[in-house]
């Protein structure tokens, strides 16, 4: 089996059951977390994701880490099934898939705006309303300055690029103009 799709299947199992409790966000969030503790702390990373280290070895620190962090049961499962399986390695993946899942459920979607200058709150949220129509979906925004942009925005929904930027209009007359 491709490991994106297990990873996808572990991602999938892990919010069907917090989308049962009170915040799904927030445990998807936690588990994210988890991952980015692991992540930043090399002797952690390499004891994980190192086959000199026994099954056994690495479920005694993961407990004693769970036992510190006072995760919610689903976290657990999750963490304990990657490891049993041999697939803590996915764990990366299954928070990706997890966060896509969780918004493809809630109906959410994060757009990112990119401009010159901090674009006010006021047009920040006009700018929301009208990609929410556009999308259907609620849309979580990212607003990013970017200098070299120069003047305008940028945004990214998904796959989908709207380019409003005099940088982005200054390329494409300049392809134009090579074009003949």
């Known amino acids: 089996m491709r490991q994106s799709h297990l990873a996808k299947r572990y991602a999938g ?41 026994s099954h056994s070895e690495k479920n ?35 928070v990706f898939y997890a966060e896509q899942i969780l918004n493809d459920r809630l109906n959410k979607t994060t757009a990112t705006v990119i401009s010159a200058v901090e674009i006010p709150a006021s047009i920040i949220d006009r700018l929301g309303k009208a990609l929410k129509n556009i999308t259907g979906r609620i849309i979580e925004l990212k607003p990013i300055v970017d200098p070299s942009i120069l003047g305008g925005i940028k945004v990214s929904v998904g796959s989908l690029v709207y380019d409003g930027s005099l940088k982005g209009q200054l390329e494409n007359l300049k392809e134009e103009l090579i074009k003949g």
């Open 13 to 53: 199992a892990f919010v069907g059951k917090v989308m049962d409790g009170a915040d799904p966000a927030g445990a998807v969030g936690e588990l994210k977390s988890f991952y980015n503790l692991i992540v930043s702390n090399k002797e952690l990373k390499d004891f994980f994701y190192s086959p000199l280290f």
């Open 60 to 94: 005694n620190i993961l407990q004693a880490m769970l036992e510190k962090k006072s995760l919610s049961k689903e976290i657990t499962h999750i963490l304990k099934m990657l490891l049993e399986h041999s697939n803590f390695h996915l764990i990366r993946s299954v």
